[in-house]
């Protein structure tokens, strides 16, 4: 099974340019199912249902997301009535679930959401949260996708090594920065630090740049706006033994939106 998992989509410019390029992309690339990072979909921070559903009928089959998630009160909605999950950790009373076992070419694909700690507001121990959940997980589905979104590259590659063997990928999003240490870990299991960002490029983190560096040099409050600029699309594409969940390889892409 080929696996697509999408870098964090930052607004409007990332949900255009995913329209006209993910199917392309799943063509390309014998795509089963994809999966991608929706924290920041709606105006670059949390998601919302207008949004979501874009995202769904690019082609995603199902969203992630992370810290930014309940910043738009209608998150609550789309994590209610839509396959997009919240981080586990945000632990048993908070909205929606923190993964999802969706079939795909008659085998179970379990998608997960942690969210690190280091750097980050406080929350349940990631570590934990999936300890305690893992084997429930395992009984559903031998194919476990792991979305780590965290700020230390430390924390994620601590769950990398955490997981080897148990899940099928662990991929690293929340930075926005791609990293080149795609491995597969233990001879099972897919890693990447950081998966990357869908949205622009000539910006910081998908923020007008100017912006960034005037909170930088004056410590002042600073709305930042979404750039709209040098647009792409990062990700992985990770191949998976469908009898086993057993990772064969993983290999990052790009695509970037024609002028």
């Known amino acids: 099974m080929r696996i697509l998992f999408i870098g964090d989509i930052v607004g409007k410019p990332a949900r255009n340019f995913l329209k006209e390029a993910l199917p392309q992309i799943r063509n390309q690339e014998q795509i089963d199912f994809a999966i991608a990072n929706g924290e920041n979909t709606a105006g670059g921070s949390s998601i919302t249902p207008d949004t979501a559903r874009e995202v769904f009928d690019c082609g995603v089959d199902v969203i992630t997301t992370g810290d930014h998630v309940f910043k738009k009160k209608e998150s609550r909605e789309v994590l209610a009535n839509m396959e997009v999950v919240r981080p586990l950790n945000y632990g048993e009373f908070a909205a929606g679930k923190g993964y999802v076992v969706k079939e795909v070419k008659g085998s179970n694909v379990a998608i997960i959401n942690l969210l690190g700690r280091v750097f980050m507001n406080p929350l349940d121990c990631p570590f934990k949260a999936i300890r305690d959940n ?83 040099l004056t410590n002042m409050p600073v709305r930042f706006n979404l750039a709209q600029g040098d647009v792409r699309i990062q990700g992985v594409v990770i191949e998976v033994e469908e009898e086993t969940g057993k990772a064969l390889s993983i290999k990052r892409i790009e695509q970037k939106k024609e002028v």
């Open 134 to 216: 893992i084997e429930d997980i395992k009984r559903q589905a031998k194919i476990i996708i792991v979305d780590m979104h965290a700020e230390a590259t430390s924390e994620k590659l601590a769950m990398g090594y955490f997981l080897a063997q148990k899940v099928s990928a662990v991929i690293g999003t929340h930075t926005h920065i791609p990293t080149s240490d795609e491995r597969v870990i233990e001879g099972f299991t897919a890693y990447i630090t950081d998966v990357g960002m869908s949205g622009s490029f000539d910006s910081i983190l998908g923020r007008e740049k100017h912006q960034v560096i005037e909170h930088f």
